[in-house]
């Protein structure tokens, strides 16, 4: 039996592929279960597999780990992502739920109905430039390291690489002010493991197209 995490997901990307980048950023390979219609879905809840009938599912360790912050928190501890005490955990924890909120905007776009989705688009192109990268560029300036918090690789800047690019495949030229984040992307964007999974091949997933959108909603709605 593989002792490899084992992801059951949509093949896209949604909740799971900060789950897939943070697994690929601790350099753990892991297998995907791609489910496509309904039934795959009620048989794990009748199996009992899924705690709240929501996805993500990700089995680990013996577990069958739900609910997105959950399985990245594990991750992350697991591998030593998660700072060095409570503090930087904190502050960590701080980051995270700023980039999460701003990747939850990314994930419902495609789902916009066709006369909400301009409106959407420039929200988060706001919220993006000036709610949380100027916390993320003034957090990088003051801190005066490579990193977020203290000086090596943490959980919050695998979180945000994944978003500056989410957000880059809208906006291009969004980090336009944000120096600091520039220089960011370009340093974490070569570390070894993220390198590996930004090449054409890896686990990351493609921007969601209408065949996985009707593919979530096939799935998850009666």
């Known amino acids: 039996?593989?002792?490899k995490p084992k992801l059951i997901y949509f093949n896209g990307r949604g909740r799971m592929e900060p789950i897939r980048w943070l697994l690929a950023a601790a350099g753990v390979e892991f297998e995907e279960i791609f489910l496509d219609t309904r039934e795959q879905y009620l048989k794990l809840i009748k199996d009992g597999s899924l705690m709240f009938q929501q996805l993500p599912l990700v089995e680990i360790d013996g577990m069958k780990m739900?609910?997105?912050?959950?399985?990245?928190?594990?991750i992350a501890g697991?591998?030593?992502?998660?700072g060095k005490d409570l503090k930087e955990r904190a502050l960590i924890d701080m980051y995270v739920e700023g980039i999460t909120d701003l990747r939850n905007m990314i994930i419902l776009f495609p789902f916009s109905p066709p006369e909400a989705k301009e409106k959407n688009l420039a929200l988060i192109m706001e919220r993006a430039t000036h709610r949380y990268f100027p916390v993320f560029e003034k957090a990088l300036k003051q801190h005066g390291q490579d990193f977020l918090v203290g000086n090596k690789l943490s959980w919050a800047d695998v979180q945000l690489i994944e978003a500056i690019l989410a957000v880059e495949e809208k906006f291009p030229a969004v980090l336009s002010g944000f120096p600091q984040l520039q220089a960011f992307k370009t340093r974490i964007s070569n570390m070894?493991?993220?390198?590996?999974?930004?090449?054409?091949?890896?686990?990351?997933?493609?921007?969601?197209?209408?065949?996985?959108?009707?593919?979530?909603?096939?799935?998850?709605?009666?």
Request: charged fraction near 20%; hydrophobic fraction near 35%.
């Open 1 to 3: 039996m593989s002792g």
């Open 192 to 222: 070894p493991a993220i390198k590996k999974f930004l090449q054409p091949g890896s686990p990351r997933k493609p921007p969601p197209d209408d065949h996985y959108i009707a593919t979530v909603l096939e799935v998850l709605i009666e």
């Open 66 to 74: 739900v609910q997105t912050r959950a399985i990245l928190s594990y």
């Open 78 to 82: 697991k591998y030593n992502l998660y």
